[in-house]
């Protein structure tokens, strides 16, 4: 069955304190690991794909990289403004849908 | 349109009652989705709509769901017989071609709350 655990659930950061969150998964053959960021009253809002291991993409403060079991979520001197739910998904077998774990609120204060 | 838009953003039904939850996906966006999100949990799959292939509904939780899409736009959720475990934001997401190609542009939810 795919699956998909992020870790820790919650993260509280100072501002400019640099952290990671955690995804690993379980899927047969993954076709796509995708992060999302979710602001509270809004839908998810795309962040990366990473198909492949060892593939790393990056996007201002937030670093993205996978592994044949997992992927992390780098955060670079957070500033308050990153504070939000971060969701990561996998593709399922069938194609059709993206599985998602619970997400990993992170607060980031001044 | 310039995103996905859901409507009602709010719903308040009591128990028993049936309800519509409609989604405006972004224009030529060829597949759609629906996802349920409860309190504290993650993106629970409902189902997918692509082009004109039979939509994929293996997510829906009990025949007490069912959902519809006309060809390539409006897509509604419909809930009968509502229960309280059914309150919920129930988010749609569209995407140019099939989520294995692309990425998911969602909405922001509407949110169902079941006395």
């Known amino acids: 069955e795919d699956q998909v655990t992020q870790s820790p659930e919650a993260l509280r950061l100072q501002e400019g304190e640099s952290s990671s969150l955690n995804c690993s998964y379980t899927v047969s053959g993954l076709r796509g690991l995708f992060w999302y960021r979710q602001d509270p009253g809004k839908g998810p809002e795309f962040l990366f794909t990473l198909y492949s291991a060892g593939e790393e993409k990056e996007k201002e403060r937030l670093k993205a990289t996978l592994t044949k079991k997992e992927s992390f979520l780098h955060i670079t001197a957070p500033k308050p403004e990153d504070s939000a739910t971060y969701l990561c998904?996998?593709?399922?077998?069938?194609?059709?849908?993206?599985?998602f774990g619970k997400g990993t609120t992170l607060s980031v204060s001044s | 349109g310039a995103g996905v838009s859901q409507s009602p953003s709010n719903k308040v039904t009591e128990k028993g009652k049936d309800v519509e939850l409609r989604c405006d996906p972004i224009?030529?966006?060829?597949?759609l989705y629906w996802y349920r999100q409860r309190l504290g949990q993650g993106l629970e799959f409902l189902i997918y709509f692509q082009g004109n292939s039979a939509p994929d509904k293996s997510g829906l939780p009990s025949d007490r769901f069912s959902a519809e899409r006309t060809g390539e736009s409006v897509s509604t959720l419909t809930i009968q017989r509502t229960q309280q475990e059914d309150s919920a934001v129930y988010l749609c997401?569209?995407?140019?071609?099939?989520?294995?190609?692309?990425?998911?542009?969602f909405g922001a939810g509407s949110r169902l709350t079941v006395l």
């Open positions: 998904a996998v593709l399922n077998q069938a194609g059709t849908a993206l599985i």
């Open positions: 224009s030529g966006h060829t597949a």
């Open positions: 997401a569209s995407s140019f071609r099939p989520s294995g190609a692309n990425v998911l542009t």
